[in-house]
């Protein structure tokens, strides 16, 4: 049985629309307006590849481009996000 026009129809607009529906995933992710990691977030000095075996590193976060302010900025408004959705 051949596929008639009407079906051939159907496919090819149903292969546009799933097409279109997925168009809006592939835009390129933004920082985050309300808390911009541009924010907080400098350059640090690249120290190679890292997979922690015995300890994680530990380091100040001025020592990797972090501003400290905003670190603890971030993390005032993290704990009242919390204590206001916590019983």
């Known amino acids: ?3 008639t026009k009407t079906i051939k129809l159907m496919i090819l607009l149903l292969t546009a629309m799933l097409l ?6 592939c ?3 933004d920082d985050d307006p ?3 990691a541009s924010d ?7 120290q190679g590849a890292y997979w922690p075996t ?3 590193r530990t380091c ?9 302010k905003k670190l603890k900025e971030l993390n005032a408004e ?8 916590i019983d």
């Not at 279109?20 to 995933?25: A, E, I, K, R, V």
């Not at 907080?40 to 690249?46: C, L, S």
């Not at 100040?60 to 400290?68: F, I, N, S, T, Y």
Request: charged share 25%.
């Open 1 to 3: 049985m051949k596929p």
């Open 20 to 25: 279109l529906l997925h168009l809006p995933g």
């Open 27 to 29: 835009e390129e992710y």
């Open 34 to 36: 309300v808390f911009p």
């Open 40 to 46: 907080f977030i400098a350059t640090g000095d690249y």
């Open 54 to 56: 015995e300890a994680w």
């Open 60 to 68: 100040e976060p001025k020592e990797v481009g972090m501003d400290p």
């Open 78 to 85: 993290i704990r009242l996000l919390l204590e206001m959705h």
